[in-house]
């Protein structure tokens, strides 16, 4: 994964963030808020890809620059942001029904997804077998 690709990416999923802003009326300390919660969830992802390839279960090949770790973080923090502020209204809408019913959905939905990626975008992300 090069430095212009994740800026693509990153991009990307900030015109999704200003998106859910907009749908689910978010006020400026719900933004704020689920930004917070965005960086503390990258770090922890961060931290989940180093455990990862350490135990050898993937790897994500990048081009060891100094740019590609505080990229990829930002990347990732603005990534989750958006599934903070859905949850949030989630919750206010339906409780914790509709919380389960989105975890349930997230869960089915997300290894299918990862291999889609890793088998389109082999160079972004390699699965260990088994």
Do not use: N, Q
């Amino acid at each position: 994964m090069t430095a212009k690709e994740i800026i693509l990416w990153t991009g990307a999923y900030l015109v999704v963030l200003v998106a859910v802003i907009y749908f689910t009326r978010a006020t400026a300390r719900r933004v704020e808020g689920a930004i917070v919660g965005g960086a503390a969830g990258g770090l922890l992802g961060m931290g989940a890809i180093a455990l990862s390839e350490a135990l050898r279960w993937w790897h994500i090949p990048f081009a060891p620059t100094r740019t590609f770790l505080p990229l990829f973080y930002v990347g990732l923090a603005i990534s989750l942001t958006p599934i903070y502020l859905v949850t949030w209204r989630l919750a206010r809408r339906f409780g914790w029904r509709g919380l389960a019913v989105f975890i349930g959905i997230v869960t089915v939905i997300g290894p299918p997804r990862d291999y889609l990626y890793a088998t389109t975008f082999p160079k972004w992300m390699v699965f260990a077998p088994g």
